[in-house]
């Protein structure tokens, strides 16, 4: 329950923060793509040079989760095929949506159109790659768990 | 002005910020992505959903918060040519949720929160799709073909 309203806090902060920098506008994600709002790069560099110290801060101290208690740690993956082929993939669909999934829930949120319509292509997508996957492991014992520093 | 778009350098540490917060209280990644991955997998047994889903709710909830703030809902329609466009949307969005499914991540969960932690499949895939994505923006910008 605790971690649940976490999760939702911490979405709700993201989606006003990403809405409120305009990410959940497909002109500036364009633009972005297209070399003209480097502010853009910025940001996502700024956030990923406070996140890389915090979590090292946090991993340094030994400290723990303070919901779950869980010790603060996460695992490195190995680079394999299915991560550059997917990221294709994203990447073009990325370019041609002019948002990705964060956005796209965010803009929902402001009653945009397209947001629904492409988080509806998500959950269609989400959901095929899985049948797919199940298809294709189907053979093997037991199925490819995807887990990692992203999360998935 | 800062009411009407944040600057990335107040953005760019909120949101690195809030990745630290959700490592602090719950050892979880963030990433977007995961939450449609669970509310597929688990809308029938609601009971199921987990961090992920509630996570995505959330960002839902903050770009309604943004709107009936600051900024304004936009119930606009999504322009002239209006099936096409859809149409667009809807195949970018399939292949999209496939490409990142398989990758295991989207933008924030390899772009910024698996480069924060330097993993080195967070960085190829990031480096993957952003080559990819700035290459076809360029492409379509070139033959006209833009959205």
């Given amino acids: ?152 | 002005m800062i009411v009407d778009r944040c600057p990335w350098y107040i953005a760019g540490p909120l949101l690195g910020l809030m990745i630290v917060g959700l490592r602090a209280l719950l050892n979880k990644p963030f990433g977007a992505l995961g939450g449609y991955v669970d509310l597929a997998d688990n809308v029938l047994t609601p009971r199921r959903l987990g961090f992920r889903a509630f996570l995505l709710l959330g960002i839902v909830g903050g770009g309604v918060l943004y709107a009936t703030t600051l900024g304004t809902f936009g119930y606009s329609s999504i322009g002239e040519n209006a099936a096409a466009q859809a149409g667009i949307l809807l195949t970018a969005g399939v292949v999209m949720g496939f490409g990142a499914r398989t990758a295991g991540g989207c933008t924030s969960g390899h772009g910024m929160t698996g480069m924060s932690l330097g993993s080195p499949a967070s960085i190829a895939s990031s480096m993957t799709f952003f080559a990819t994505a700035v290459g076809l923006a360029q492409l379509l910008s070139w033959f006209g073909g833009q959205p």
């Fill in chain 1, 1 to 152: 329950m605790k971690t649940k309203f976490a999760a939702l806090s911490f979405g709700v902060g993201f989606g006003f923060v990403m809405a409120w920098a305009r990410l959940a506008d497909q002109h500036v994600i364009r633009n972005m793509l297209l070399m003209r709002e480097p502010d853009v790069f910025l940001l996502m560099g700024s956030a990923v040079f406070v996140a890389a110290i915090g979590a090292r801060l946090l991993r340094a101290r030994g400290a723990r989760a303070l919901i779950t208690g869980e010790p603060v740690a996460w695992n490195s993956e190995t680079p394999q095929t299915r991560h550059v082929v997917g990221s294709v993939l994203f990447g073009a669909g990325w370019s041609l949506a002019g948002t990705c999934p964060g956005p796209a829930a965010a803009m929902m949120g402001e009653g945009r159109v397209a947001g629904f319509i492409v988080a509806a292509g998500l959950v269609a997508g989400v959901v095929l790659q899985g049948v797919v996957a199940r298809l294709r492991t189907s053979d093997s014992p037991a199925p490819v768990e995807i887990s990692g520093a992203a999360g998935l």
